[in-house]
């Protein structure tokens, strides 16, 4: 079935970096557009970041761009999103997202989500 598994969070300092990754299974990657949420407490989620199957088009939240940067890797079915200049507003729980598969040959509409990984901004 369709895996995504997050990691690479933590607490880190204002102005500090981390990188998070995805590991994805169970479809064909390399055809599937990814994207990074996150969910603060108390908020709506929202989305951070997004790239294409081929990674040739990236778009990023207005208040992450110049911070964030998000690339894949097709050969080893991962996502990441490396995260610099850190602020306390991105404290949240991070999730990788697809939206559309592909299995076999089968393209299949959906929302697939990982478990999330919890970034903390904090001195």
């Known amino acids: 079935q369709v895996q995504l598994v997050e990691s690479g969070g933590g607490l880190v300092q204002p102005g500090g970096s981390l990188r998070l990754s995805c590991a994805a299974s169970g479809f064909t990657f390399s055809w599937s557009a990814m994207s990074w949420y996150r969910q603060a407490p108390g908020k709506e989620r929202e989305l951070v970041a997004a790239i294409t199957s081929g990674g040739g088009s990236r778009k990023y939240a207005d208040s992450v761009k110049g911070r964030f940067t998000v690339s894949r890797d097709n050969a080893n079915n991962t996502v990441n999103l490396q995260m610099n200049s850190l602020k306390p507003e991105d404290t949240a729980v991070y999730y990788c997202?697809?939206?559309?598969?592909?299995?076999?040959?089968?393209?299949?509409?959906?929302?697939?989500w990982g478990q999330g990984t919890q970034v903390t901004v904090s001195s």
């Open positions: 997202n697809a939206k559309t598969v592909v299995v076999g040959s089968v393209v299949i509409p959906g929302d697939y």
